[in-house]
């Protein structure tokens, strides 16, 4: 056999591993692009009351969840296939292309938690007595 012939499919993942770790960094996470998030802590009502507005903001840990789903897939592949051989360009691309989903997830659950906390001055204004 050739060299050339027994590099082809090595350059070839190379080129997929490339464009894959290129195109996760490009994409980023979903908490970073869908979550909504709560007010700065400023511009929280003190004390709540009946007239005070509530802003939507992003309740739900799905996003980040998915977000550190994502991030654990990516590490995890890098850190089995590093010694593989495969391709050179594949084991640092991979772990490379889980950083903006391990941000992503922390943005995220911090503004879930955020928004929680938010949301609970409504929430303990509406379950108070009232005279």
């Known amino acids: 056999m ?5 590099d082809s499919p090595r350059s070839a993942r190379s080129l997929v591993a490339g464009a894959a770790g290129l195109t996760a960094l490009a994409l980023g996470g979903c908490s970073f692009k869908i979550l909504r998030p709560p007010p700065a802590r400023a511009d929280w009502p003190d004390p709540v009351t009946p007239s005070s507005s509530q802003a939507k903001c992003t309740r739900s840990p799905a ?11 990516f590490g995890s592949l890098s850190y089995i296939e590093r010694n ?8 640092p691309m991979t772990g490379l292309a889980a950083v903006p989903f391990l ?3 922390i943005y995220g659950f911090w503004n879930v938690g955020r928004c929680r906390q938010y949301q609970s001055l409504f929430t303990d204004q509406s379950q108070s007595p009232q005279n």
């Open 103 to 105: 941000a992503s997830a």
């Open 2 to 6: 050739t060299r050339g012939y027994e």
């Open 63 to 73: 996003p980040p969840l998915l977000d550190t789903g994502v991030a654990l897939t």
């Open 84 to 91: 593989s051989g495969t391709s050179r360009w594949f084991t």
